[in-house]
């Protein structure tokens, strides 16, 4: 073999060598996924329910939040758009809900008592789709919430919700609270009237309202109160 040969062999796998590690060096550039836009729904998206954050967001192992408060808190759309799915879920959320949204992202609220959308229908922005319960893999009442910003991969809810607090927890929905009865709208307990009968008392009986005794005297029939 010829000198020239050798040497444009040598310079033919210096270059596929070079070749080989500047691919190599960029593989995992180009395997990487760009991070999540997030910014979209950084000022739209609203809280879904009110109560405290039990549970942060942790990727692989957690994919939402959970936000606990009493069985019947009201769920709300973060969002108007389409709700895909509405039902039981087989994988631990109990009774859940997926909605599509304009913008191609995906909520899901998992763990409600009632639901009261179904698959298909269009909501708004704010509007009562569930009720906070504990269904499925749950242990206490609260809400599981996801987000899918390009509707495959889950990220952090957190920065997408408007007004996030330093206490985690969401603001006030401002909905009216019932309020405890005032004394004077309580039913007093029944009151004991210290009465006797002259002869036999035949029922010591008690309504919902008053103490009452059905008595006999003289072989007739009546009623003390």
């Known amino acids: 073999m010829s000198m020239a040969k050798v040497k444009i062999i040598i310079y033919g796998l210096i270059a596929l060598i070079s070749l080989i590690s500047t691919l190599g060096i960029n593989t995992s ?32 192992q957690h994919e939402g939040i959970d936000i606990a408060g009493a069985s019947g808190t009201p769920i709300f759309a973060v969002a108007s758009g389409v709700v895909v799915k509405a039902g039981w879920d087989n994988w631990g959320l109990g ?8 913008d191609q992202s995906v909520t899901v609220y998992g763990h409600n008592r009632r639901l009261f959308v179904t698959k298909g229908q269009k909501v708004e922005q704010g509007q009562i789709i569930a009720e906070m319960g504990s269904t499925g893999n749950s242990s206490a009442p609260h809400l599981h919430f996801e987000v899918f910003p390009n509707g495959r991969v889950a990220a952090d809810p957190i920065p997408l919700l408007a007004s996030a607090t330093t206490e985690k927890k969401p603001p006030s929905l401002n909905q009216p609270v019932s309020t405890p009865p005032t004394a004077q709208e309580v039913s007093p307990l029944p009151v004991s009237i210290e009465t006797e009968c002259n002869d036999m008392i035949l029922l ?22």
């Open 29 to 60: 550039a180009l395997t990487q996924l760009p991070p999540a836009d997030i910014s979209f729904a950084s000022s739209n998206f609203i809280w879904p329910t009110q109560g405290l954050i039990s549970q942060g967001f942790r990727k692989y």
């Open 95 to 102: 009774n859940a809900i997926e909605i599509k949204h304009l």
């Open 204 to 225: 010591p009986g008690e309504t919902a309202n008053n103490l009452m005794k059905i008595c006999q005297d003289n072989a007739q029939l009546f009623r003390q109160p």
